[in-house]
């Protein structure tokens, strides 16, 4: 069974950077692409940017495009994807979770101050 981790979340200010990390484990999750989603209080849970199994393939949100990049690596033992977020501003305050293939991480906090 895969594991999900993700941690980087933290309090910044406006127009500052965060790096999130998700690190699979327990499984065979370099079969599946994966996923960023993030919940902001009050509102649902929406998409932010996926990577596809090998890496060679990304998609982001047309709300973080040109701010937030996804990449991925699976070059040693664990498989770990990263959302390198830059120019963060107050609407990107939530909390980002990872998704494999329908498997969800437990979440990290982003705050961003104004």
């Known amino acids: 069974q895969v594991q999900l981790v993700e941690s980087g979340g933290d309090l910044v200010q406006v127009g500052g950077s965060l790096r999130l990390s998700c690190v699979a484990s327990?499984?065979?999750?370099?079969?599946?692409?994966m996923n960023w989603f993030r919940q902001a209080p009050g509102k649902r849970r929406e998409f932010v940017a996926a990577i596809n199994s090998d890496g060679g393939s990304q998609l982001v949100a047309d709300s973080v495009k040109g701010r937030f990049t996804i990449s991925r690596d699976s070059a040693n033992a664990g498989d770990t994807v990263y959302l390198q977020m830059s120019n963060l501003k107050p609407e990107d305050t939530a909390v980002y979770y990872c998704d494999a293939n329908g498997l969800w991480g437990q979440g990290t906090q982003v705050t961003v101050s104004s």
């Open positions: 327990g499984g065979t999750s370099s079969r599946f692409g």
